[in-house]
């Protein structure tokens, strides 16, 4: 055996040997009963859902969201599994407001045991009618918005020398995919920061899980911007959206999520499409891009589109809402994505 060899040998043993202690090391499952868990994005889709899971394994709950009617009707809902919220409205890109409603929260409770960062916005068209507008107001709510969030439970969690706090993040913070561009470069911000965050935060007791989501049927693309071809872009969104192979229920993704948080986990990547699109990615780059630059060749083009951005619900067209997206419609009306005047 060469000097070579013998170094990645002892480098190999070296690898297996930290993994080995850091599973040993691992905390055992977390229970959420009697722990004070703040939602970000909490009153509909996915932040609902998860905030009635964890009403019924008797957390206490607070939401933030911006809208106070949507609060409102979340805090109802999520009374009917045994939890009573204190809803906040409250703009997570607004670092003072952020820090007066997390006083408040702890005012409340005592103090915040977990933090969910599940607030976000979604823009989609092609990067001809992008702006620099559309990319900071992006970074604004997916990046800033967890930041200011992290930023305001950080020195409660720090006196407790405990917390766990969980960034949802996306497919698209991993892979950039095509005509979601602002979106992807603020997921991508976010899975830094949170990934980094959680080498620092590790000897002050504190956990921080990244959350990797596919396609999720939450009822959420009537909420996200379109531009360009904005009926277009809605459709093909919309409808990728509800494709059961290719997407998993809210349920499910907040089971997984809450199980990573569970198991003071690093990362979890929800869905089997996006785990073997996330493997492709890293083991066939040029592959992955070339993949990619078809399926943009096969997405509505900037010709004809406008500049302005139109929320999902205002694109409609035969063929969204239709029986293509019928998952998708049913998702929102159960996860207060439509209010019941729309319905």
């Given at each position: 055996m060469n000097q070579l060899e013998r170094t990645a040998l002892v480098l190999a043993a070296a690898g297996v040997g930290a993994w080995l202690l850091t599973r040993a090391r691992r905390q055992p499952d977390y229970d959420f009963r009697d722990k004070v868990v703040l939602i970000a994005g909490g009153?509909?889709?996915?932040?609902?859902?998860?905030?009635?899971?964890?009403?019924?394994?008797?957390?206490?709950?607070?939401?933030?969201?911006?809208?106070?009617?949507?609060?409102?009707?979340?805090?109802?809902?999520?009374?009917?599994h045994g939890a009573?919220?204190?809803?906040?409205?409250?703009?997570?890109?607004?670092?003072?407001?952020?820090?007066?409603?997390?006083?408040?929260?702890?005012?409340?409770?005592?103090?915040?045991?977990?933090?969910?960062?599940?607030?976000?916005?979604?823009?989609?068209?092609?990067?001809?009618?992008?702006?620099?507008?559309?990319?900071?107001?992006?970074?604004?709510?997916?990046?800033?918005?967890?930041?200011?969030?992290?930023?305001?439970?950080?020195?409660?969690?720090?006196?407790?020398?405990?917390?766990?706090?969980?960034?949802?993040?996306?497919?698209?913070?991993?892979?950039?995919?095509?005509?979601?561009?602002?979106?992807?470069?603020?997921?991508?911000?976010?899975?830094?920061y949170s990934e980094g965050l959680r080498a620092e935060l590790a000897s002050d007791g504190i956990l921080v899980s990244t959350i990797y989501p596919g396609l999720m049927r939450t009822g959420s693309p009537r909420h996200g911007l379109f531009k360009g071809q904005s009926q277009a872009e809605y459709a093909w969104f919309s409808i990728s959206d509800s494709l059961p192979l290719l997407t998993i229920s809210a349920e499910q993704a907040a089971d997984d999520i809450l199980d990573c948080c569970r198991r003071g986990e690093a990362e979890a990547i929800l869905s089997l499409p996006a785990k073997v699109a996330v493997k492709l990615r890293a083991l066939f780059p040029e592959l992955a891009a070339d993949v990619l630059a078809l399926s943009n060749r096969l997405l509505p083009g900037?010709?004809?589109?406008?500049?302005?951005?139109?929320?999902?619900?205002?694109?409609?067209?035969?063929?969204?809402?239709?029986?293509?997206?019928?998952?998708?419609?049913?998702?929102?009306?159960?996860n207060n994505e439509i209010s019941p005047a729309e319905r």
């Open positions: 009153s509909r889709g996915l932040g609902l859902v998860l905030a009635r899971k964890l009403a019924d394994q008797g957390a206490h709950l607070a939401l933030f969201a911006r809208d106070n009617a949507e609060l409102e009707r979340a805090a109802a809902d999520v009374a009917h009573q919220p204190l809803a906040l409205t409250c703009d997570i890109t607004n670092p003072q407001e952020v820090l007066q409603q997390v006083r408040q929260t702890e005012a409340r409770f005592g103090r915040i045991d977990v933090l969910i960062n599940n607030a976000s916005i979604i823009g989609v068209g092609p990067e001809p009618v992008m702006t620099r507008q559309d990319f900071e107001q992006a970074l604004a709510n997916n990046f800033w918005g967890a930041f200011n969030m992290v930023e305001a439970v950080l020195p409660g969690m720090r006196r407790q020398q405990a917390g766990r706090i969980v960034n949802i993040s996306s497919i698209g913070g991993k892979i950039s995919v095509p005509h979601l561009l602002p979106y992807s470069v603020s997921k991508f911000a976010l899975a830094g900037p010709d004809g589109g406008s500049t302005e951005a139109r929320p999902g619900r205002e694109c409609t067209s035969s063929l969204s809402p239709s029986v293509l997206t019928m998952p998708t419609e049913m998702a929102a009306v159960q």
